[in-house]
């Protein structure tokens, strides 16, 4: 991938290997390296000191922050930010000498979500649409839409807009947004935006 192509941005220090496909307006920083066959939407912005590895798929407008390894088998949806100094594992039980490469587990991070700076996200645990993973935090399971997880192993404090604001419900099980006013309802251990 030549790093001249003006409709994205390579610094000089940087690779992007053959096979690529980068979005008009990405910016990839310092010292990162961009494995064949991966997907970088539109207006992604890679810090520098990331590895993303062969296969990888992330949307538009896609925040990944400085030291971010993000490896085969991720796959991230538009607006997604990654903290930094997060990481994505692919194999549950590496081994130096065992060779388990045909065995990476996939994760997918859904729409708007948030990973906090130095949180893990253990291969094959998705995280939600508009869900919010603390800093730090080791994720373990499935993570639900607009979720909000703190510690290790992560667990549920509350839910989150998609505003990131905390939500709190009210007695009929309904929220407001305190920036974007918008409603939100709890229903069956589940949150969904009501549509007005």
Known sequence: MSKDNELFFCHES????????????????HFT??????????NCNIGQNCVISSGVILGKNVK?????SIYTGVTCD???????????????????????????????VGKGASIGANATIVCGNDVGKFAFVGAGTVVVKDVPDYAL???????????????????????NN??????????????????????E
């Open 149 to 171: 997880v703190v510690g290790n192993p992560a667990r549920q404090l509350g839910w989150m807009s998609e505003f990131g604001h905390r939500l709190k419900f009210d007695e």
């Open 64 to 68: 990944v922050q400085n030291n971010v």
């Open 78 to 108: 538009d607006d997604v930010f990654l903290g930094p100094s997060m990481v994505f594992t692919n194999v549950l039980n590496p081994r130096s000498a065992v060779n388990r490469r045909g065995q990476y587990l996939h994760t997918h």
């Open 14 to 29: 940087s690779y992007v290997d053959d096979g690529c496909k980068i979005g008009k307006g990405t910016k990839i920083w």
């Open 174 to 195: 309904i929220a407001v947004c305190e920036e974007s006013k918008a409603k939100y309802k709890l229903e069956n251990g589940k949150v969904s935006k009501i549509n």
């Open 33 to 42: 390296h961009v494995m064949p066959d991966c997907v970088l939407g539109e």
